[in-house]
Every structure is written in C-alpha cells, then in structure tokens.
Antibody, heavy 120, light 107 residues
Framework: EVQLVESGGGLVQPGGSLRLSCVAS????????LSWVRQAPGKGLEWVSI???????YYADSVQGRFTVSRDNAKNTFHLQMNNLRDDDTAVYYC??????????????WGQGTLVTVSS | SYVLAQPPSVSVAPGQTARIPCEGT??????VHWYQQRPGQAPVLVVY???DRPSGIPERFSGSNYGNTATLTINRVEAGDEADYYC???????????FGGGTKVTV
C-alpha cells in the first residue's frame, strides 16, 4: 500500500528557512515523480514543485529560486527545502505521487499535509 | 501561464445531478483531472484523463472535455459528495501543473 507522511511544518519568521520531509512506503522514491502541492488557509490548491525519477526538477514561479526539492533514496524520503520564506508561503503542504501507470500529469497519491506558518 | 476557471459554488439537491465546469483555452486538447477535497482532508483523485475513474471511485462520477470546457458530472448526488472539487491539467509547454480555483458543492 502506498503511503506518504509529511513532517517538518511549524512556525517560522519571515525570511527564515524550513525543511519539509515526506516519508514514503509501498514504493521507491527513486522510481516515481514526486511533488509538493500547497493550500493557503481557505484557498485552493497550488502546485509547488516536482522531482522526476531522473532527477530533473521544476518549480512554480512563486517559489523558483527559494525552494529546492531533493530525495534520500536510502531513507525513501523526499524533501522540500524552503528558504527566504514570506507571509504568503503560509499553507498546508502536501506531498503527492504520480499515477500507478507512471503518468506525471496527475497526482494519484497524497499525504495528509503539514502546516507551515510564516509570521513574526 | 495557463489558467483554469471554475465557479466558486454549485448547489444540488440529493438524488439530482451536479455538473462542475472547468474552463481553459482549448482545454479539449489537454487531459483534465479532478480531485475531491472534504473539509480538513487531503485531496482525492476522482477522475483522471478526462473521464477515467481510479479504483474505488463510484460510477456516479464521470468527466468530459471538449473545446474550452471540461466538466465533472456527479449523478445521483449524495450528502457525502459535499466537498470542494478541483480540476487540474499539466501544461507541457511550461512544465507547470495547474489547478482551477475550486468549486464548493453543496448538497
């Protein structure tokens, strides 16, 4: 069974940094497309970033240059390093995985989310 | 960047049909995916590739996509279908994954 469990959220001051982690089970993080999607309080879903199995990464314009995705194959975990955080980065951050068929176009599996609050 | 537009809300009586539109320029040329999100929960994929359903999703959920509008249809609506619904596409020209603003379905 595929499971994704996020951790690392919390309260951080503007300009600060935070690293989110997503522990995967039921599949190998080295073999799938892994994404982060966020949701600001009372708002809709916003795609943040994706890490391809081949190592390529893509980011939303709103986080380009500030956020970095990576993975630890040995721990079957992937991460979102968030630097220079702003108030509008406040959101629940979900990790998500591609489809069983290997399509990168949509997100079949989701974690339960971790809340990041950026505030002084 | 590619933009998807959804109505903020749709109201439907139990047992009736809910139709949720998702508008985008030539969206018929893209594959559209739909997620259901109940309050306080993570999103759940309910339709992918315009009209396919993942295992475990009732046949009451279906999708279509043509021209500038994709539509999620929920037949014989139940109280448990009350949730926010999001459409989503992959914009290959920019390698961006785009969500619509979401539609709250009230039963």
């Amino acid at each position: 069974e595929v499971q994704l469990v996020e951790s690392g959220g919390g309260l951080v001051q503007p300009g600060g940094s935070l690293r989110l982690s997503c522990v995967a089970s039921g599949f190998s993080v080295s073999s799938n497309y892994l994404s982060w999607v966020r949701q600001a309080p009372g708002k809709g879903l916003e795609w943040v970033s994706i890490l391809y199995s081949g190592g390529w990464t893509y980011y939303a314009d709103s986080v380009q240059g500030r956020f970095t995705v990576s993975r630890d194959n040995a721990k079957n975990t992937f991460h979102l390093q968030m630097n220079n955080l702003r108030d509008d980065d406040t959101a629940v951050y979900y990790c998500a995985r591609d489809s069983d068929s290997g399509s990168r176009e949509y997100f079949q599996y989701w974690g339960q989310g971790t809340l990041v609050t950026v505030s002084s | 960047s590619y933009v998807l537009a959804q109505p903020p809300s749709v109201s439907v009586a139990p047992g009736q049909t809910a139709r949720i539109p998702c508008e985008g320029t030539n969206i018929g040329g893209k594959s559209v995916h739909w997620y259901q999100q109940r309050p306080g929960q993570a999103p759940v994929l309910v339709v992918y590739n315009d009209g396919d359903r993942p295992s475990g999703i009732p046949e009451r959920f279906s999708g279509s996509n043509y021209g500038n509008t994709a539509t999620l249809t929920i037949n014989r609506v139940e109280a448990g279908d009350e949730a926010d619904y999001y459409c989503q596409v992959w914009d290959g020209s920019s390698d961006q994954w785009v969500f619509g603003g979401g539609t709250k379905v009230t039963v």
